[in-house]
Structures are given as C-alpha cells and as structure tokens.
C-alpha cells in the first residue's frame, strides 16, 4: 500500500533524467547476505548468530517459523553478486533506464537448507519452532559476550551484530518467493551462485574471520 519509497524514487529519477546526459538503474535484490555487521537486513548475520547461541546453550537449532515457511520457495542474493550487477549495470548501455531483478538465480525451501546449516553448527535440528526472534533472543546478550571473550571474536556489542527483527519478517514468509532474473541474463548478466553453498561459503568465511566461533 503506498506510499512506497523505492517507487517515489525511481519516478523522481525517470522524470530527472529526460533530456540529460545521465541515466539510471533499478537493481532489485531479494533477502541480501554477505559478510558484513551492523547492516539491519542481513540475514547472513541472523543465521549466524542464531546457529552459535544454540550451540552454545545445547539445543537444536529449530527453524523459528511456521512449517509453511519452511517448506516454502524462497531466493536470495549474495552480497557479491549483487556488486557485480551495480557494476555490469554501470558500464553496459542497454540497462539505462532498465530494471533488473537480482539473485543468486536459483531456489530453495528452508526444509532443505536449514538441516545442513545445523550441521555446520554441529547441533541437532528441530522441528519447526514459530517463535519471535526480538523477544526470544533479546535476553541473549550475557551468552554473546561469553563466547566472544572464550574465543577471542571481534568484539562486536550483540545488539549491533544482528538484526532479529529482519530475521522474524523473513522466517515467517509462508508464500513462495520468486521473481525472474531473465531479463538480467538476455541483456547479459550471467553471474550466479548455489545459494546452499554460498551460506556455508560464508559462514566459513565468518568463521575464519572470527566474526563467530
């Protein structure tokens, strides 16, 4: 229901841009992951820090939606792919004043993905559990900065570290999520990823990186 920034920008920049020397793009992500803090729509970090404290307090890691969320189609975007797109829009004339859907090109049901995710936390996985991620892991925060002085992470405060708010919205979706990236690829972007890969690829990369333990 409007009104709705993104739609108010993108009118604002086709009027702006007639007649002049520039142009512009709408890249549309979907459910961006990357390695990176203190960004409020990283749902990455959310699966991070979720998978850790349940390792930390010896309790399956339990998909905290609804069971039609986790059997639901969802997509995302890789933090990388999605800079290669801003770069291929820049440089490519065909995308001025083009909108592009962005992802990583692929789907996947949560049912599938989260039982590897656990694994990688090496915790059991639970059935579905609908929880609120705000008020579930709003107390979590001594258990945080327990872990990250036993094992010497970056010292990061909890509440900066993940957005569970994000994750609650993402969790709960029970609809198929899907949008095409075709018209991205007939105009000549041909990035992807396995989107099951690219979290552990990532959570890896957190890892090393001493984000988590």
Known sequence: MPPNFYYDQEDFLRESSVGKSWSWTALRPEGVAGVAVG????????IAVYGTIAKALGVPMSFPGPRAAYDALYQITDTRILASAVDWAGETAACRGEIYNITNGDYFRWSRVWPRLAEFFDVPVGEPFPMLLQKMMADKAEWWNRLVEKHNLRDYPYEQIVSWKFGDMIFKTTFDNIT????ARKHGFHDCIDSEEMYIEMLTELREQRYIP
């Open 180 to 183: 095409s990236t075709i018209k």
């Open 39 to 46: 960004n409020p729509m990283n749902l990455l970090m959310v």
